[in-house]
């Protein structure tokens, strides 16, 4: 699998929310791409493991959060929900699964968390396969 390197994501400890995309274990970077962080992958293979983890200076284990993913047009196409939320097990997601939800070898990704009630859609930016 190719990885496309670009802007890096600082950790909880320098700012206080930040998220890191792995496939197989190895840390895809964001270009911003007009003004969209995106993120490039080659091709996700069925085997393939996507993983999405979220950082903070405040976590939260007993809270709960979300991970939502649309299509180019916001449609919602799924939502996973995991407890914790910048401590404990990252969103992992089978990469059959995950390029199934794709339009156009694009989808957009959304977090959530709900430490007082949920919060906004936060976006984290654009996944993008080549083929």
């Not at 840390?27 to 983890?53: A, C, H, K, Q, R």
């Not at 979300?66 to 995991?82: H, S």
């Not at 390029?99 to 989808?107: A, F, S, T």
């Amino acid at each position: 699998v190719s990885v496309y390197a670009g802007n890096l994501h600082s950790r909880a400890d320098s700012i206080p929310d930040s998220w890191s995309v792995t496939y197989n274990g190895k840390e895809i970077l964001s270009y911003t791409m007009d003004g969209i962080p995106t993120y490039l992958f080659d091709s996700i293979s069925d085997n393939g493991v996507i993983t999405i983890d979220y950082y903070t200076q405040y976590p939260c284990a007993k809270c709960q959060c979300r991970l939502q993913f649309r299509d180019e047009n916001g449609i919602i196409l799924a939502t996973v929900q995991k407890d914790g939320f910048g401590t404990g097990e990252p969103f992992r997601l089978p990469g059959k699964q995950f390029r199934e939800l794709m339009h156009n070898h694009k989808l957009n990704l959304f977090f959530s968390a709900n430490p007082d009630g949920w919060g906004t859609w936060v976006f984290l930016g654009l996944v993008k396969t080549m083929k």
